[in-house]
């Protein structure tokens, strides 16, 4: 980790924070994903896209992330940030490319959303343990106690994600909370109100996430700092301010940008 990058959010009196696959490193859903996804595939194809979902969450699917796909039909579609709308997904992620997967077997958007919020009541579940980042909450309350500002926004719904916040202990640490924050395409609005509530130029603000349109591109466009963790298209990217492969990481950043000594 280059340390001269992460000395750069030192000065950075508010964090907004990812809530999926940036404050715990859980994958395990994603086969509950892909099995409640399976429910509403052709039974003659239930096994082959089975096969196909096991594929691309193992490592031979890292070349499926970091592309474009039509939300309706889950083919790739060449279109720049710019020109990206409600009609396309960009796969960072799991959660987008076992959608991209579903489609192509002609799984109906509502379908995919019933399975995500399937999957999202057996995340909240007491049966799904999560365990903590190691040193991540006495982080944040580090960076508080120097008048930091913590907040989060996610577009995952408010029940179970204040569940899994409350099971990873981070529920009383944050100030604010954004749920279905239909990011990237009202991240900016988020960030902005954010910036005003807090009083804080963007130069001094930072976006921690691992979806880099949702997250990172809005932050760099307002002049924010940028913490982005890229866990699956691990693509060097110059103007991300610090960049890490999974979320464990992030403990020695947060560390990183305290004004005073361990």
Not at 25 to 30: A, L
Not at 152 to 167: G, H, Q, V, W
Not at 238 to 246: E, I, K, R
Request: charged residues 25%.
């Amino acid at each position: 980790m280059d340390m001269s990058r992460v000395n750069q959010l030192k000065d950075c009196r508010l964090f907004i924070f990812d809530l999926d696959g940036t404050v715990y490193g859980e994958t395990e859903h994603f086969q509950t994903y892909a099995d409640e996804l399976t429910r509403f595939v052709p039974q003659d194809k239930q096994q082959q896209f089975q096969q196909e979902v096991m594929n691309a969450l193992a490592e031979s699917g890292r070349s499926l992330y970091g592309k474009v796909y039509a939300r309706d039909t889950g083919e790739v579609v060449a279109v720049n940030d710019g020109k990206q709308s409600e009609a396309h997904m960009h796969v960072d992620d799991p959660w987008g490319l076992l959608q991209v997967k579903a489609a192509v077997y002609g799984v109906p958007e509502e379908a995919r959303n019933q399975a995500f919020l399937a999957t999202r009541d057996w995340m909240a579940a007491e049966a799904f343990a999560m365990r903590p980042l190691v040193g991540f909450r006495e982080a944040l309350l580090r960076l508080k106690a120097e008048g930091r500002h913590m907040v989060l926004a996610t577009n995952s719904p408010e029940p179970d994600s204040r569940s899994i916040l409350t099971k990873l202990q981070l529920i009383d640490v944050f100030e604010d909370f954004v749920f279905r924050a239909k990011k990237p395409f009202e991240t900016l609005n988020h960030f902005r109100r954010w910036l005003d509530k807090y009083d804080v130029a963007p130069e001094f603000a930072v976006s921690v996430g691992d979806h880099y349109r949702n997250e990172i591109l809005p932050a760099i466009q307002l002049g924010m700092k940028t913490v982005y963790v890229d866990r699956y298209i691990r693509e060097p990217r110059p103007d991300v301010t610090v960049q890490v492969n999974h979320p464990e990481e992030l403990t020695a950043v947060l560390l990183g940008s305290l004004k005073s000594p361990l």
